[in-house]
């Protein structure tokens, strides 16, 4: 982890329903964000897909519908994704101009590798978006709705490996988590401002 001794949080005022938090970890690089992700204006969103690429339920969906058709035809171009690897599609209609889809693990009870399946997508995605030069970067908390990931569990997998990318890979510049439910929201603040 890094020097976060400094983490201090900036709340700023929520507007319709949307939070931004501030968090003065790795020199302000990471956000937390709660609300739509399909509503950024960031370099790459990242999608919780399936390994299909073919769109789904939850963000999958929302991603999808924000986007327009062509993202679907751009991502049966793709022959799919193995689960805990990452691909770039354009945003198309989206305010994002990538798309970085990444495949989350089913939990399981959590010993067939789902935490390191889980580490795998962020930092995969986060791989995919430095060879785009993609540097501001928006993830959902993949895995923990359909999928059924424990929600805290996912966020110290989330926020760990975050942090440690952005230790070694400076050209990264912001990384938001965007997070749709309340308990998501509370475990990010909490671990962010504890780490
Ligand atoms: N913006 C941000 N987060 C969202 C949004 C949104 N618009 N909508 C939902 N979430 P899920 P998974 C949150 O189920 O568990 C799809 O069908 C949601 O509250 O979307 O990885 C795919 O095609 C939750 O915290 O993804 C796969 O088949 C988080 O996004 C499967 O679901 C992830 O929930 C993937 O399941």
């Known amino acids: 982890m890094g020097d976060c001794a400094n983490a201090r949080m900036i709340l700023e ?7 931004f938090i501030e968090i003065g970890c790795q020199m302000k690089k990471i956000k937390l964000f709660k609300g739509d992700i399909t509503s950024l204006k960031v370099d790459a969103i990242v999608n919780a897909a399936n390994t299909s690429l073919l769109g789904g339920g939850g963000v999958d969906g929302a991603i999808h519908r924000a986007a327009g058709k062509e993202l679907l035809a751009e991502c049966r171009t ?3 994704c193995k689960t805990g690897d990452a691909k770039i599609t354009k945003g198309y209609n989206l305010s994002a101009k990538f798309v970085i889809h990444t495949v989350g693990p089913v939990w399981n009870g959590g010993k067939s590798g789902e935490p ?3 580490a795998s ?7 995919v978006a430095v060879e785009n030069s ?3 970067i928006a993830f959902p908390n993949i895995s923990t709705g359909v999928y059924g990931y424990p929600k805290q569990e996912a966020a110290v997998i989330a926020t760990q490996t975050v ?3 952005l230790e070694n890979n400076p050209e990264i510049e912001q990384v938001i988590f965007c ?3 309340n308990e998501n929201f509370e475990y990010y603040r909490e671990l962010l401002q504890n780490n």
């Open 163 to 165: 942090t440690s990318f």
């Open 78 to 80: 793709l022959n799919g």
């Open 116 to 118: 390191e399946k889980l």
């Open 121 to 127: 997508c962020y930092h995969r995605s986060l791989e």
């Open 134 to 136: 993609a540097k501001t």
């Open 13 to 19: 005022r929520p507007q319709r329903g949307h939070m």
């Open 179 to 181: 997070v749709f439910d």
